[in-house]
């Protein structure tokens, strides 16, 4: 049965154990939801997203106890208007000193409510190439597993002033923000990294993805490369996840990108319940 930890100041909250696995190892995985008055957004979306990524570790969850967890968080929620963000963290639970998971685990959900982050300007964002280059293994690959050291790293990296840090690939491709999937247009289409090649699959991308297909608009996969960001093909780049919805990106290394054309729709479809679709 999966334990559930509610917030500090709930008259309900306990503590993590010592041993739990995700503190240990980082097994485990989360999510971050963007609450808006009380009613948690692409909800359904990020608890398959959640339990495929369980599957693929071995960590027995059920859609039941993620809907039980979210009720719970809803109803604290309620309470606050506006935007704020909730955390699920799922871990294999206790499991003692060493690697090799208990056989009969019995996992642990974290939860978290907090106040959403303040919204970026109209203008767009300023992000920087990282250093620290974006390993995805393939095992891995889609999950929002707890192991974001790269991601951590990255961040720590980022000048003050820059919104995001973006994580190449081995060939020197734009594979991912620390926090944010890429999404460009090129030649008039818009385009995404391949997303084999990225550490998490964005649950906003999809959402997106599915509102340009009822206009008829296609999103491709294709390898985004530095130089191409200056070159007259290139027509902008937008930062998209579930929390801060679609942003564009005005400077990249300190140099000026164009802003993406039709990005009114994106931003319309970002701010988009999933039941609106």
């Given at each position: 049965m999966i334990t559930i930890i509610v917030p500090e100041n709930h008259p309900e909250a306990v503590s993590v154990p010592v041993n739990d696995r995700g503190l240990a190892y980082g097994d485990g995985l989360f999510e971050t939801i963007l609450v808006r008055d009380g009613e948690p957004q692409l909800l359904q979306a990020h608890c398959r997203r959640m339990l495929d990524g369980a599957r693929r570790l071995g960590i027995p969850a059920c859609e039941a106890d993620l809907v039980?967890?979210?009720?719970?968080?809803?109803?604290?929620?309620?309470?606050?208007?506006?935007?704020?963000?909730?955390?699920?963290?799922?871990?294999?639970?206790?499991?003692?000193?060493?690697?090799r998971p208990p056989p009969s685990p019995e996992p642990r959900l974290i939860l978290s409510l907090m106040a959403a982050p303040p919204a970026t300007p109209d203008s767009g964002v300023g992000t920087v190439i990282s250093d620290i280059p974006l390993t995805v293994n393939p095992v891995f690959a889609g999950i929002k597993s707890l192991n974001r050291l790269e991601q951590v790293m990255a961040s720590r990296a980022m000048p003050e002033d820059c919104y995001e840090a973006l994580m190449p690939g081995d060939q020197g491709d734009l594979r991912e923000g620390t926090r944010t999937a890429l999404l460009y247009l090129w030649e008039g289409q818009w385009r995404t990294p391949p997303r084999e090649q990225v550490a998490v699959r964005s649950v906003m991308l999809a959402h997106i993805e599915r509102g340009l297909a009822r206009e008829g608009v296609k999103i491709t996969e294709a390898p985004l490369f530095p130089e191409q960001c200056q070159r007259p093909e290139f027509g902008g780049l937008v930062l998209v996840n579930s929390i801060v919805g679609a942003v564009p990106v005005q400077t990249l290394d300190g140099r000026e990108l164009p802003r993406p054309g039709q990005l009114a729709t994106i931003t319309s479809l970002a701010k988009q319940p999933e039941e609106f679709r």
């Open positions: 039980k967890a979210v009720d719970r968080a809803r109803a604290q929620a309620s309470e606050v208007p506006g935007y704020q963000v909730l955390k699920l963290v799922l871990t294999r639970g206790s499991g003692g000193r060493g690697y």
